[in-house]
């Protein structure tokens, strides 16, 4: 019977081992809460700049004239990289913390897999927001960094946990309606990057975290 149990504990520890070597195990779920707060702060921060509500369009950008756009999506764009540059340091910080309380080397060779896949994705949406831009099409701007991210979010699950594929199908259907129903970039920006990614932060927190 003792044999047994040594057995299982064994494979317990071999199992363990296995997924640490397979699997980007340091993402944080604390990480993802304070990304959707800033992602969260950084919309009510666009709303009270632009003088919009987050049932409405921002003007300059959507309803106003061509003169306007130019200074507008200035300010837009330092916003929109100071909140995504502040939610990658939160995150860097809070799963690099998490590591280090289970002994875990942070930035190892599956850590720069994790940042290259995910970040290919990233930078191809980018790409095409810009190309966006270019054109004047400013209303499918949010409907293309969710798609993006979505699909980032699916190439990612596959270093980490499961449930960022959902998250990531999530975040692509709410993209596709964000193309069809254009009048809330606002709150849809809210509900993608900041409410499902503190849901999601907190379900991972309480299931791999907490105990």
């Known amino acids: 019977m003792e044999n047994n149990k040594d057995q299982l504990e064994t494979l317990n520890e071999i199992k363990v081992l296995m ?13 993802g809460i304070a990304a959707g707060a800033v ?17 409405e369009q921002i003007p300059g950008i959507m309803i106003q004239s061509k003169e306007q756009q130019s200074v507008n999506l200035t300010s837009l764009f330092a916003i929109l990289i100071t909140v995504f540059i502040l939610a990658l340091i939160l995150t860097i910080y809070f799963s690099s913390r998490k590591a280090k309380s289970r002994n875990i080397i942070f930035w190892d060779s599956m850590a720069k897999r994790v940042f290259i896949n995910f970040f290919i994705f990233l930078l191809t949406g980018g790409i095409f927001c810009m190309i966006l831009i270019y054109y004047g099409i400013y209303f499918l701007i949010v409907s293309a960094m969710l798609t993006f991210y979505g699909l980032a979010l699916i190439n990612l699950s596959k270093f ?7 998250l990531g199908v999530i975040e692509i259907c709410l993209g596709i309606f964000a193309a069809f129903v254009t009048v809330y970039p606002l709150l849809i920006w809210i509900i993608g990057f900041g409410i499902l990614h503190v849901i999601y932060g907190i379900y991972v927190y309480l299931k791999y975290e907490k105990a």
């Open 39 to 55: 992602a969260i702060l950084g919309a009510v921060f666009i709303s009270i700049f632009f003088h919009t509500g987050f049932l």
């Open 19 to 31: 997924q640490k070597s397979s699997r980007f195990v340091s993402l944080s779920g604390i990480a």
């Open 160 to 166: 980490t946990f499961n449930e960022i594929a959902q």
